[in-house]
């Protein structure tokens, strides 16, 4: 029995939830089940004087048999009957109306607190995400992280959370008022119970795994629609070119039916305690009517009975109800609890020493290899080079030779399996990752761009208010932007839209350039940055890194040749292993 009790859902979700949220969150919790039970306390009260009231009005000679309620009149002083039922009539609406608006005070801190938790839970949502690291983002579907965080938390508190407060609030408030009718009238509480407990035992396991199934597919539907829609919107030049338009469409509309249909069938199951509980309220009705013609001595009894019943079922069904739905719902979201669950709940952003290593002569790779995740061969072996502070070094080497395999690794979103990168003789960890990458600029061949202004891209996530304009234009000036740039209407306060689509390829990567820039990097990596720019432009910035390379440490992972005319040093890597070392002069004679 004890254990019947330890696992089943109710108790299961809950110890779920409380293992998900903060002591805080818990104390408040804690302080809304009090909340709850002052709520569930006003409505047995109200009930409690909804009673005799109905007594009264069904029986005027009740006031004489009750000892009570002939005190009442006479205090009152309400002697003929219609001014004493206008009296308590009044009476009872003062206490509704009291009651119902601390009621409202306590749902209102209920959707508050459960709002505030689906906030915090998307938050550590998005820490998780964070620190699951570079692998994870680069092998999981982007539409999946973002349902996680954005659609998750907010099933959660809406679906779980409020869920088992209201289980529990409804649970209390059941208690009472059966309690009260247990003390008041044995018959009728066996009565109530005969009918409430085993109909609520079959509404809920009419719809309960159905409900779990169709919660599971929810958030799957959520995620492939989400992706699909992607796939059309990113895709939109291939789709177009392809002819492929109707295809798209149409696998897009069929998740979204699938979606809307799975939330059809939800809501016509949550439809069912409301409708199943009403039949059983007059079933309960006639099962009084047997009672007392068949069982009882005294049908007179009948009236007294029936608005008991009635008085009874005007709280206990509807919190039945509440209470079979805030059962469905811990049911039906509970899949929210696993993806939150998976890898835990981080409370915040790990703290990071961002102060700039000290780097002032050279960075050595020691016999680095690194193998990505199912790959036989290891994308980088035994590699041993070293490059002095200040020194520009090309990199070669045929596509899916490992080049930018190296590169992550140096940039510390890999992580080698063997040997180390050594600054200055200290060993790359992840403690001091942070203040390496401080003194690091990266150049992707994507620029990741931001539908921000120009200006906001190239001092990327600096504040708008501190961003140092000097810099800025300087920044910009070296990266060879600053002339496109003045040419615009609005200068570098133009918006460049998502993806940076309103600029060239050629552009997007000098603004990445002049971001590097901006951030004052003493190492500057460009991998094939310059794939995308005319033979000019290409010029102009080899040459704009040979201008501010002052001290900067530069790799360059080039697509052209010409690119690296102005390196040190040209290293060629093949299948991940370090194979040549080149001057330009020579490398152009070898190869022509
Ligand atoms: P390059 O930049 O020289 O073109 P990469 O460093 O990108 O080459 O890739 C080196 C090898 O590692 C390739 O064989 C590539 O298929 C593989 N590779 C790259 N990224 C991943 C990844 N995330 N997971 C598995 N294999 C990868
Ligand atoms: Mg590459």
């Not at 009152?76 to 009957?81: A, C, E, Q, R």
């Not at 079922?313 to 509440?322: K, T, Y």
């Not at 180390?420 to 403690?431: A, F």
Request: proline share 2%; aromatic share 10%; charged share 20%.
């Amino acid at each position: 029995m004890l254990k019947k009790i330890r696992n089943n859902i109710v108790s299961i979700t809950i110890r779920r939830i409380l293992a998900l949220l903060s002591p805080t969150e818990k104390r408040r919790g804690l302080r809304m089940v009090f909340a709850t039970m002052l709520g569930a306390l006003l409505d047995v009260a109200g009930l409690a004087f909804m009673v005799p009231v109905m007594l009264v009005a069904t029986d005027p000679e009740y006031i004489q048999k009750s000892n009570a309620m002939r005190w009442v009149q006479e205090t009152s002083g309400f002697t003929d009957y219609p001014s004493f039922m206008m009296f308590l009539g009044a009476t009872l609406l003062v206490v509704f109306l009291i009651k119902n608006s601390i009621a409202l005070l306590i749902h209102y801190s209920h959707s508050n607190f459960s709002f505030s938790v689906a906030t915090s839970v998307a938050h550590r949502q998005f820490i998780k995400y964070y620190q699951k690291g570079f692998q994870f983002f680069k092998s999981t579907n982007s539409a999946e992280i973002i349902n996680n965080i954005i659609n998750v938390p907010t099933l959660f508190a809406s679906g779980v959370l409020i869920s088992a407060i209201n289980f529990v609030a409804e649970t209390m408030i059941m208690v009472f008022i059966i309690t009260g009718i247990a003390i008041i009238d044995t018959a009728l509480f066996c009565a109530v119970m005969g009918v409430l407990i085993p109909s609520g035992i079959v509404i809920y396991n009419s719809s309960k795994n159905k409900l779990y199934h169709l919660g599971q597919e929810q958030i799957k539907l959520t995620r492939t629609n989400l992706s699909r829609l992607n796939q059309s919107i990113f895709g939109y030049v291939d789709v177009k070119l392809t002819g492929q338009e109707q295809h798209f469409l149409n696998t897009y509309i069929e998740s979204q039916r699938k979606l809307n249909e799975n939330q059809k069938i939800r809501y016509l199951i949550s439809l069912i305690p409301t409708r199943g509980l009403e039949v059983i309220a007059i079933l309960g009705i006639v099962v009084i009517f047997a009672y007392t013609f068949y069982f009882s001595s005294d049908q007179n009894q009948l009236f007294g009975f029936i608005a008991l019943f009635a008085a009874a079922f005007f709280r206990v069904l509807p919190s039945m109800n509440r209470l079979l739905n805030a059962l469905m719902g811990m049911k039906n979201h509970s899949i929210t609890l696993n993806i939150l669950e998976d890898g835990g709940l981080p409370n915040e952003l790990e703290k990071f020493d961002v102060t700039p290593i000290p780097f002032h002569d050279n960075i050595e790779f020691r016999d680095i290899s690194f193998s990505y995740n199912k790959a036989e061969i290891p994308a980088v072996r035994n590699l041993s080079f070293t490059v002095l502070k200040g020194e520009k070094i090309g990199i070669i080497g045929e596509s899916g030779s490992g080049k930018t395999t190296l590169v992550n690794l140096l940039l510390r979103f890999l992580e080698e399996e063997k040997g180390g990168i050594y600054i200055d003789g200290v060993k790359l960890t992840k403690e001091n990752t942070p203040g390496w990458r401080a003194i690091v600029g990266y150049v992707q061949q994507r620029v990741y761009l931001m539908d921000a202004t120009i200006r906001e891209n190239v001092a990327f996530g600096e504040k708008p208010e501190k961003i140092d304009s000097k810099r800025l234009e300087w920044a910009m000036k070296q990266a060879k932007l600053w002339d496109f740039v003045s040419t615009l209407k609005e200068t570098m306060y133009t918006r460049i839209g998502e993806n940076g689509q309103q600029l060239s390829g050629g552009q997007q990567q000098r603004v990445g350039i002049a971001r590097a820039l901006y951030w004052n990097s003493e190492v500057l990596i460009f991998d094939e940055a310059t794939s995308s720019l005319d033979n000019e432009t290409e010029t102009a910035i080899t040459e704009s890194i040979e201008g501010i390379a002052s001290g900067q440490t530069i790799f360059v992972i080039a697509h052209r040749i010409t690119t690296l005319k102005h390196c040190d040093r040209i290293l060629e890597i093949k299948h991940g292993q370090l194979v040549g070392e080149w001057q330009y002069a020579d490398l152009i004679q070898n190869i022509l």
